[in-house]
Antibody
């Protein structure tokens, strides 16, 4: 069945970097655009970034543009989010999602930015 | 940026009730609206896409409607397993979520 499994979360100090990964299976990965989204503790959902199926086009939310970068490796069925210059307000559960007549979510990975 | 305004922010219903959640876009988004459901501590799940199309496996008591700027999610015959938070999300211009509506059972 379709699976999206995020990894790479953890505790990181402010100003440092972290890369999240999302392993996709159960569908034709290179046929779907993919997204990263997040949810801060006790807060709502926030869209972060989109990458096209062929990786040629990306969009990033204003809140992370210039600090976060979405990428993918279709040969490995992997999606990535490179997060630089992390701040305490980046603390959240980060989700990858498949775009197929709507967003289909992974289970999430917790990132905690704290000194 | 397109803003999405959901109401109410919370509601309490009895089992068997019908509840309605509304979502208003700050500009015309045609039918480019999805509804998601999140149980506490779990990942969100897509319920409705394209304003009114139910995702496979979603019970028929969930119905989405609307177009343009005004949208509605109606849950008929509310069940205990429906408790959680519901979010609308537009995709006409990038992606924006409403602030969520928390459903509780009386």
């Amino acid at each position: 069945q379709v699976q999206l499994v995020e990894s790479g979360g953890g505790v990181v100090q402010p100003g440092r970097s972290l890369r999240l990964s999302c392993a996709a299976s159960g569908f034709t990965f290179n046929s779907n655009a993919m997204h990263w989204l997040r949810q801060a503790p006790g807060k709502g959902l926030e869209w972060l970034a989109l990458i096209s199926d062929d990786a040629r086009t990306t969009y990033h939310a204003d809140s992370v543009r210039g600090r976060f970068t979405i990428s993918r490796d279709n040969s490995k069925n992997m999606l990535y989010l490179q997060m630089n210059s992390l701040r305490t307000d980046d603390t959240a559960v980060y989700y990858c999602a498949r775009d197929d007549s709507g967003l289909h979510w992974g289970q999430g990975a917790l990132v905690t930015v704290s000194s | 940026d397109i803003q999405m305004t959901q109401s109410p922010s919370s509601l309490s219903a009895s089992v068997g009730d019908t509840v309605t959640i509304t979502c208003q876009a700050s500009e015309d988004i045609s039918h480019y609206l999805n509804w998601h459901y999140q149980k506490s501590g779990k990942a969100p799940k897509l319920l409705i896409h394209d304003a009114s199309s139910s995702q496979t496996g979603v019970p028929s008591r969930f119905r989405g409607s609307g177009s343009g700027t005004d949208f509605t999610l109606t849950i008929t015959n509310v069940q205990p397993e429906d408790i959680g938070t519901y979010y609308c999300q537009q995709y006409d211009n990038l992606y924006t979520f409403g602030q969520g509506t928390k459903l509780e059972i009386k």
